[in-house]
């Protein structure tokens, strides 16, 4: 199930906390972006899975579907919205089987209170001073920089829409309810001001290996937007103007790495969570702007920024819900990362994760990272793992530019 999954850094079994966390874009109208980040010249490649069929156009040797995306209609779609969409008999796991038709009204204020977070099991965290191969083929975590610097989180200035305009809260449902993450707005290349695409976790949106596409997808931009109510407050009055002021964006198609549908877990961290990233699109309700027109923000994508050891101020923002939080404030940490390592030896084959010292905790999943580079902000990673103090994120390369092209390719 998708969560921020808390790790345990300086024990030696980590206990994963599957958070899903909403991290908030940047501080001010800075969250306004360019489209193109500071160096991005990676080429798609082989490990995206981007809903490849017969026809539509190639990106580093994937095929795009051709058109928009298949939706249920007629008959089938009736039955999806009155009750099929409850059916995981048949759970549609391949990127082009995605699908998430509108229901209208579907996000009660009873099924936002019930979305959840759960926990799950972290891998046991090797010490740096015996970077050797691990027993039995299992997955071990490497600080190679050692533990970060724990940082407290502090609550983000409202109102949300001014200062943290591109974040927001996922929603979703799972074969075991329904669950929230965080995302942010980021810009499209293709629509530039215009963008209706939102970077988030590949495990807020697919449950990994074994799984498939979670349902009812919905995007609620800057929710509790003064942040003056608590939870239960917050999810009464969860559709009005005050609490949600852009209201829902429905997920029309999603794409994630294929490394996270092969090999990713909601329940634990895998090798997988290096490639924990996921883009959706979203439809924007009938004769209104964009979401970035509405919402005011969006932010660049910065592929192959600088490594985890070489980052002094990272920012990260989300939405926690576990204890000491309640999920309906959003919070910043800030602070230099070390490099995280995932692989059954060190060196890994597996590139470096971020890693940040933070007390956030689950709700957080799919938050935004970001990074200032000449007076801008943009966005570098998204929360995948955490707990005790410390979350991680993946370093996008070349396999994330390939779904980030491969979505606003699609929709250009």
């Known amino acids: 199930m998708p969560s921020i999954r808390s790790r345990s850094l300086a024990a030696a079994a980590a206990v994963i906390a599957a958070i899903m966390v909403t991290t908030t874009a940047c501080d001010s109208k800075k969250d306004d972006a360019a489209d193109a980040a500071p160096s991005s010249s990676a080429q798609a490649d082989k490990n995206v899975d981007t809903g490849d069929d017969d026809g539509g156009v190639s990106i580093g040797g994937y095929k795009l579907p051709a058109g928009i995306p298949t939706d249920l209609s007629g008959a089938d779609l009736d039955k999806w919205k009155n009750g099929g969409w409850k059916d995981y008999s048949n759970w549609a796991s391949k990127a082009e089987d995605f699908a998430n038709p509108y229901i209208e009204d579907f996000w009660t204020p009873e099924r936002i209170a019930s979305a959840k977070e759960i926990a799950g099991d972290l891998p046991t965290v090797a010490k740096s001073t015996n970077m050797s191969s691990g027993s039995g083929g299992a997955v071990y975590a490497y600080e190679p920089d050692g533990p970060v610097k724990k940082y407290k989180a502090t609550r983000v200035k409202s109102t949300y829409h001014h200062y943290a305009a591109a974040v927001g809260k996922l929603f979703f449902s799972t074969p075991e309810g329904e669950y929230v993450c965080s995302a942010a707005v980021v810009s499209d290349p293709a629509h530039p001001g215009k963008s209706n695409m939102v970077w988030t976790a590949g495990h807020c949106v697919h449950g990994g290996k074994g799984a498939g596409w979670y349902r009812n997808i919905a995007f609620y931009p800057s929710f509790n937007n003064k942040a003056n109510l608590n939870i239960q407050q917050a999810v009464q009055n969860a559709n009005s103007r005050s609490v949600s002021p852009y209201g829902s964006y429905w997920a029309d198609w999603a794409i994630t790495s294929n490394n996270w549908i092969k ?22 309700p009938k004769g209104h702007k964009s979401l970035q027109q509405q919402v005011g923000a969006a932010l660049p994508v910065w592929f192959n920024a600088p490594a985890a050891n070489k980052v002094k101020n990272m920012k990260v923002r989300g939405y926690p819900a576990a204890s000491p939080y309640e999920g309906s404030k959003m919070y910043d940490c800030r602070g230099a990362t070390k490099r995280y390592v995932l692989g059954t030896s060190y060196p890994s084959k597996y590139p470096a994760e971020y890693q940040v010292g933070c007390t956030m905790t689950g709700g957080a999943s799919g938050g935004p990272w970001y990074m200032s580079h000449k007076g801008r902000n943009y966005l570098v990673s998204n929360t995948s793992l955490g707990g005790n103090g410390a979350l991680t994120g993946p370093r996008l390369g070349t396999d994330a530019k390939a779904v980030y092209q491969a979505m606003w390719k699609k929709f250009k």
């Open 263 to 284: 090999g990713g877990s909601g329940h634990s961290g895998t090798w997988a969570s290096t490639y924990d990233y996921a883009v959706l699109h979203v439809k924007q």
